[in-house]
């Protein structure tokens, strides 16, 4: 995959546990940035997918069945 530059400001407090993590771990800063980006990622996943399930229980999100939406999109599989 393409490695993209960002640049990012980070409290002290969390740019020193960075820097000691990454050493205890003998890995570099931004490997540890990739994981735990990662690791929250996966977090917030479970967290959109959770409230998606409530809006649709709730009636507050529509779910239409695939066979109509290709119907009315003219898509025939």
């Known amino acids: ?13 969390i740019a020193k546990e960075l820097e000691s993590v990454a050493k205890a ?20 996943d479970t967290v959109v997918a959770d409230k998606v399930t409530k809006d649709i229980k709730s009636g507050d999100m ?3 069945d695939a066979d109509d939406v290709y119907k009315e999109l003219g898509i025939e599989l």
Request: net charge negative.
């Open 62 to 64: 529509k779910v239409f």
């Open 1 to 13: 995959m393409a490695s993209v530059k960002k640049l990012i400001s980070l409290d002290e407090g």
């Open 25 to 44: 771990l003998h890995k570099s800063q931004k490997e540890v940035v990739e994981n735990a980006l990662d690791f929250y990622f996966d977090y917030t």
